[in-house]
């Protein structure tokens, strides 16, 4: 968990595998702790054990806050790396363990004065943190409740205009986040202020250099999580719109879909399978390169025989 070489590699090989074969390998390391007594252990047995030991030990926490701005660093690497792990072994990171991290660097679990080491010593690694869980429940690898996205959206906000914005790939090069947090507005008992996000939206642009969006002044109304959210939207005319997002495409744009209509309001043509008539190919297809390749032989051949012609002319 301390290095992301391993989730990079190892976690790779089994991204690799389940996307062949359908589900990941078993997956053991070498326990080289003791070298008198070397031993294979699965991968989950060393990851439960690293989390108890480390990331989840407050007296691993306190003796990282000794470091300062690095320790800070350090734990903004265990969440990364933590996500590393979630994308490439899904089986093996449970949302417990999300659910976790959340209470201990984020609600502060331990009383340890989390909030304030960061904003003293590395607020930019808070930003990290709480930037990527967010992601973690955006891309639905993490089922946390909306009051718990609702809370990681204010405070990841608030910290960015307090202490601007820290543009690594997940925060200021994130542009599907903003949508996202546009829906947790209206959570209950975590409402977010308009003057709050407005603020951000314009630290946000101002590290981009763009002009800076306006939030809406009716918020969508937020039901559900993850990257398979319902919105409402309230337009002019007083008609309500329901949108439901499921996901991202290829170009990182959300795809929109409306609800689902009744049997009695689905009208339309019949969709008929068609099957691509396919062109007959020329009797010798030739592409560019080997028709040079061919062509050289040729001149090849006919400088040959020209030299030939001419020797014998001399004899």
């Known amino acids: 968990m301390d290095n992301d070489d391993m989730f990079q590699y190892f976690g790779a090989m089994a991204l690799a595998v389940r996307s062949l074969r359908g589900e990941s390998p078993d997956m053991y390391i070498t326990n080289l702790q003791k070298v008198d007594r070397v031993e294979m252990t699965t991968l989950e047995g ?26 800070a660093r350090e734990m903004d690497h265990f969440v990364e790396h933590l996500w590393g792990w979630d994308v490439t072994l899904p089986e093996m990171v449970s949302d417990m363990d999300w659910n ?5 660097y984020v609600h502060d679990k331990y009383d340890l004065g989390m909030k304030e080491f960061f904003d003293s010593n590395n607020p930019y690694a808070f930003q990290s943190i709480t930037a990527r869980m967010l992601e973690a429940v955006r891309k639905d690898y993490w089922d946390a409740p909306d009051e718990i996205a609702a809370q990681l959206a204010k405070q990841y ?28 507005m209206n959570v209950p ?9 407005q603020q951000y939206l314009d630290k946000m642009a101002e590290a981009r250099g763009e002009v800076p969006e306006e939030v809406p002044e009716k918020a969508p109304v937020y039901r ?6 319902i919105t409402e939207e309230e337009t002019d005319e007083g008609v309500t719109n329901m949108t439901e997002m499921v996901g991202v495409s290829k170009e990182g744009e959300e795809l929109k879909k409306p609800p689902e209509k009744t049997a009695e ?3 339309g043509k019949v969709m008929k399978e ?42």
């Open 189 to 197: 008992d975590v409402p977010i202020d308009q003057t709050l996000f």
């Open 100 to 104: 976790r991290a959340y209470d201990i």
């Open 46 to 71: 060393a990851y439960r054990l690293e989390l108890r030991a480390r990331y989840f030990n407050p007296k691993w926490i306190q003796g990282m806050m000794e470091y300062d701005y690095a320790g």
């Open 224 to 229: 559900g999580g993850g990257s398979r959210r």
């Open 265 to 267: 309001e689905k009208k």
């Open 274 to 315: 068609e099957k691509p008539v396919e062109k007959p190919s020329p009797a010798f297809p030739i592409s560019g390169a080997p028709l040079m390749g061919i062509i050289a032989v040729i001149v090849v051949l006919v400088l040959i025989g020209i030299g030939l012609g001419y020797k014998r002319r001399r004899r």
């Open 157 to 184: 906000m608030e910290s960015v205009v307090e202490y601007g914005v820290t543009c690594c790939h997940h925060t200021c090069g994130n542009f599907l986040i903003n949508d996202y947090m546009k829906g947790l």
